[in-house]
């Protein structure tokens, strides 16, 4: 199972057009700005700042893998509803938005709760997964 975390542009499509194509089990974490992905059933809303049900989520569906794709807009992060490991994870989180996106997502798979998944770079599963 893959939990693909989609974002605007095309990329992300692309990308879900290719895992349903290899019949791969995924679920989507929809970050899109106008909720792109809602008709998919195996597509989920969850706010950013809900770390622990995204987490939950990850560990409900079994997920081994997670692959990022696509334009996330930035939150604001003053006004963030924070659950209680959004709490806990955000202040980190912050810390690397000041280094950009790259900086983010190496310091999410850090997490102790991310550290068991594979993340995909967005252009080797376009390419080569299989």
Do not use: C, W
């Not at 909720?35 to 969850?46: G, L, Q, V």
Request: proline share 2%.
């Amino acid at each position: 199972m893959i939990g693909l975390f989609l974002g605007d542009t095309d990329f992300p499509k692309i990308i879900l057009k290719k895992i349903k194509k290899l019949k791969k089990k995924y679920f989507i974490i929809d970050l899109s700005k106008n909720n792109i992905f809602k008709k998919d059933k195996n597509s989920f809303r969850i706010s950013i700042g809900k770390f622990g049900k995204i987490i939950d989520l990850i560990n409900k569906k079994k997920a081994k893998e997670v692959l990022f794709a696509g334009k996330i807009l930035k939150p604001n992060f003053s006004t963030l509803r924070l659950d209680l490991k959004g709490i806990y994870y955000m202040p980190r989180i912050l810390k690397a938005a000041k280094f950009g996106d790259a900086a983010i997502l190496k310091t999410i798979s850090k997490f102790s709760a991310m550290k068991k998944l594979k993340l995909f770079v967005q252009t080797f599963i376009v390419l080569n997964y299989h």
